[in-house]
Structure formats: C-alpha cells, structure tokens
C-alpha cells in the first residue's frame, strides 16, 4: 500500500472573459484549501480578485498551485490580502508554490501580491511562468523578505519564467539562505540585504519604443527586454523600502 502523500495539496483557479457588455467576468473562480479567492469590486473594465490565505503556509511538504487564464480581450487584477510566510513544518521536504498565468492577446493582467516571506527553517520553491499572447499586457511584481524581523531566513528558489507568443522572455532563477550556493548573500548578490524584488511590466507600445535603462536609487535598475517587456530589479533593508521602489519604477513605466 502506497503511503499518502504528506503536506498540503491545494490548487486555486482564476478565468476571466469579457462580458460582453464593456467590463470582464469571472466564469472560473475556483478555491482550495488554504488558496482562497474573493472577489471585489471591478474598476472599470477589469474585474478584481483578492487571494486570502485561510491558513498558516505554505509548510514543509506543501504544495500550492494557483493558476489564472486571462482570455482575448480581458482585464483581471489580482493581489492578496496579507503577506505569505514560509514556514517549518512537521514534514522535512521542501514546499513548491507554483503560479501558471496565461494572457490572452489584447488581455492584460495584473498580478501583484502581496510579500513573500521566508521563516527560519523553512524550504520553500517558488516558480512563476507566465505565458503571453502578442499584444498582450502584464504587470508582474514579486517581493521576498529573508526573515522576520531580526531572523535568519529559510531557504528559498525563485524562478521566474516569461514567454511571449511562444518565445523566450525573460527566465531567471535565484536561490538563497542556508544551503543556497555560496555568495548568494555577497557583494555581487545581495549585499547584505533582505529584501529583494523585481517588477515586470511587458506593454506592446516598448516593441516601438523601448526603455531606456537607467538606476533607480543605490540599489535598483530597469533594463529593457529583447521584446516588448521591461524588468526592475531592487534590493532594500526591508520591505517597506522595496514596496517604495517599486512603486515609483510602475511609475515610471506607465
């Protein structure tokens, strides 16, 4: 007899169509588990979802799925209430919390979460792939925090895929904390801090007219994509201090 398979299993799906009538719906709005989704009140033509964890995780052994599908024409939103936190659990292997995005043409998501946080002890592997018709429209951020406050942080892997009409993007992976290959929290990484994030912003317009590539404070640059995408990439104390930046580099790109 096959032992079960220890940890959590959970899987949240989003779809979002147009209405027909000018504005975006949700004909899939599907929770599980610790992954629950809420709607809120659209603005304008983009529908608006909010992602609520209802429980403490992702744990050791857990496994997370969100995945949300934005057809043809399109508008859909997406954050979270609160910050994630990576935690130790009973189980000793690694957490997986996996996002699969899927943009129409002429769609446009954002995706815009909240921090992801990275306990003492935890082992948590994140990937983001996201996948783009032409035309389409993202606005992707992710933060990660090293610890709570005064904490060493976990281990945690990043990567974050992007393709557009099939092609390649954007596809970087970083790793870091105990066990993470050396110099992860060196000169020529992270310097020392403990916050990181990077803000993806892929607009048809930037084919035409691509960024310029230019610092944005001591410790953040925008560089432009061989496509229509721009990549901002920080470092900061904290995570105050990333959201800040961050906010002002959407700014400056829309």
Known sequence: MTAPAAGVRAHARIGARPDGRGGTALPTLESQGPLALRRTRATGSEA????VGAMSGPLGGDRFTVTADVAEGARLHVGSAAATIALPGQDKGDAHYDVRL????????????????????SELRVTT????????????????VLGRAAEEPGRLTSRLTALLDGHPLLDQELSCGPGAPGGWDGPAVLAGH??????????????????????LGEYAVLTPLAGPGALVTALAPD??????????????LD
């Not at 129409?104 to 946080?117: C, R, V």
């Not at 792939?129 to 990660?144: C, F, I, M, S």
């Not at 317009?205 to 230019?214: G, I, K, S, W, Y």
């Not at 995570?239 to 400056?252: F, G, H, M, P, Q």
């Open 129 to 144: 792939r996201v996948d783009l018709a032409a035309g389409a429209r993202l606005t992707l951020r992710e933060e990660q």
């Open 194 to 215: 403990r916050a990181l994030g990077q803000l993806l912003v892929v607009r048809p317009q930037f084919a035409r007219r691509p960024v310029a590539p230019r610092l």
């Open 102 to 121: 899927t943009v129409g043409e002429d769609a446009e998501l954002s995706w815009l979460p909240e921090q992801l946080i990275s306990a003492k002890g």
């Open 48 to 51: 608006r979802v909010v992602l």
């Open 239 to 252: 995570a105050l201090d990333l959201r800040r930046i961050l906010d002002e580099a959407l700014r400056v």
